[in-house]
Nanobody, 119 residues
Framework: QVQLVESGGGLVQPGGTLTLSCAAS????????MGWYRQVPGKERELVAL???????NYADSVKGRFTISRISAKNTVSLEMNGLKPEDTGVYYC?????????????WGQGTLVTVSS
C-alpha cells in the first residue's frame, strides 16, 4: 500500500508565496511521475504541474513562470513552489503519484490541502 502525505497549504495574500510538499511512502518499487492537481467547487480537478522520472516537467498554462515543481527522487518527495499567487489559484491541491509497486502500476492521490489566496 502507498500513501501520500501533503503539507504546506494555507492562506496567503495575492502576490505571495507558498510551497507545497508531498511525500510518498509504502510499497514503492519505482516512481513514474508525481505532481499536483487542484480543484475548486463546481469544477473538475485540473492539472497544475507534474514531474516524471527523468525530471521532465509539465505545467498548466495558467501557472507557467510562477510555479516550480521539483522532486527528491531518493525520498519520493515532490515540492511545488508557488510564487506570484493570484486569487484564481485558490483551491484544494491534491498530490498525485503514478508509480510501480513490486507487482503493479498504481495511481495514488493525497487527501488534499487547501490553498486560499485572498487579501
Amino acid at each position: 500500500q502507498v500513501q501520500l502525505v501533503e503539507s504546506g497549504g494555507g492562506l496567503v495574500q495575492p502576490g505571495g508565496t507558498l510551497t507545497l510538499s508531498c511525500a510518498a511512502s509504502g510499497n514503492i518499487f519505482s516512481m513514474n511521475k508525481m505532481g499536483w492537481y487542484r480543484q475548486v467547487p463546481g469544477k473538475e480537478r485540473e492539472l497544475v504541474a507534474l514531474i516524471n522520472s527523468v525530471a521532465t516537467t509539465n505545467y498548466a498554462d495558467s501557472v507557467k513562470g510562477r510555479f516550480t515543481i521539483s522532486r527528491i527522487s531518493a525520498k519520493n518527495t515532490v515540492s511545488l513552489e508557488m510564487n506570484g499567487l493570484k486569487p484564481e489559484d485558490t483551491g484544494v491541491y491534491y498530490c498525485h503519484a503514478d508509480l510501480w509497486t513490486d507487482v503493479e502500476n498504481v495511481v495514488v492521490w493525497g487527501q488534499g490541502t487547501l490553498v486560499t489566496v485572498s487579501s
